[in-house]
């Protein structure tokens, strides 16, 4: 890749303040008005992405967050914690929807489907679960991974999940009978997340070493194997035509397609990232969180809330 950081680049960023401790997730909502984060100090909390503001602490989870991801149409949040728990959250209130009863160990990632009628978990007992948005209800419980499910993602229709795990496993599930389609294998350590591409045909992988893999959804097959990733998936905000992202976090750049555009200082290194069109969210272990707008390489503002 090619550094590229202009000469009169500033030190463009909001910086959000309340989190006691280590920021372990981040999530803009889908309309851009709202960022979700989750902590290690047991709490959701709603930011402003315009301006910064504070909307609400949602308090409620006995230990760490892990993943909090907003609904597709903003209304509802999901968050999975160390306490074996799922979450969901009106984001007009501070008022739990539901509390999902069923894992034996941390959950470690969740998501909405597409079509807002189902919750999927993965968690460290090994198990990826799915549940009724309204009801609560479990649905499926798809067991076949042998270890902690580090990432679960649904397709876009909203028939499929994709997890990945510790055990270096990709799966795809079938949501309406709980099978697996495909166990997709050879990657060469643990995987760290997971997706789908836009159009639903591919999904990708990404490990622990960072290297992203590309596979075909239907038949299971190995599409693509690229290195020198760190963040891809994780930070992924899908182009038009669903082949890349417009922007990403590698290691201690931020990127943009082919090149770095801003390094990151120690103190600007991210936890977790998340990427809405021209603006990235990176949480970090003091608690805070940073969001900057990008124009073709170079911020939108410059102010600190």
């Not at 549940?131 to 902690?148: C, I, N, R």
Request: net charge negative; hydrophobic share 40%.
């Amino acid at each position: 890749m090619k550094s590229e950081t202009p000469a009169d680049w500033g030190a463009a960023l909001q910086v959000l303040e309340g989190h006691s401790s280590w920021v372990t997730s981040v999530a803009f909502s889908p309309n851009g008005k709202l960022v979700v984060s989750g902590s290690t100090d047991k709490t959701v909390r709603l930011w402003d992405a315009v301006t910064g503001a504070a909307q609400q602490t949602l308090e409620g989870h006995s230990d760490w967050i892990n993943s909090v991801v907003f609904s597709p149409n903003s209304k509802l949040v999901v968050s999975g914690s160390d306490d074996k728990t799922v979450r969901l959250w009106d984001t007009a209130g501070d008022i739990v929807q539901q509390t999902l009863k069923g894992h034996s160990s941390s959950v470690g990632s969740v998501a909405f489907s597409p079509n807002i009628k189902l919750v999927v978990s993965g968690s460290g007992d090994n198990t990826v679960r799915l549940w009724d948005v309204v009801t609560g209800a479990a649905q499926q419980t798809l067991e076949g991974h042998s270890d902690w499910i580090s990432s679960v993602a649904f397709s876009p229709d909203s028939k499929l999940v994709v997890s990945g795990s510790d055990d270096k496993t990709v799966r795809l599930w079938d949501t309406v009978t709980g099978a697996v389609l495909h166990t997709l294998s050879g990657h060469l350590g643990c995987i760290s997340s997971v997706a789908f591409l836009s159009d639903g045909k591919l999904v990708v992988s990404e490990l622990d070493d960072n290297t992203v893999w590309v596979w075909d959804a239907a038949t299971g097959a190995a599409q693509e194997t690229v290195k020198g990733y760190s963040n891809w998936v994780s930070s992924v905000v899908f182009s038009s035509n669903g082949k890349s992202p417009d922007l990403f976090v590698s290691n201690e750049w931020i990127a943009e397609g082919e090149t770095y555009i801003l390094w990151l200082p120690p103190a600007y290194r991210s936890t977790c990232v998340a990427v809405w069109d021209r603006i990235v969210a990176l949480g970090h272990r003091s608690g805070n969180i940073s969001l900057l707008e990008f124009n073709n390489g170079q911020s939108l503002y410059d102010s600190e809330g």
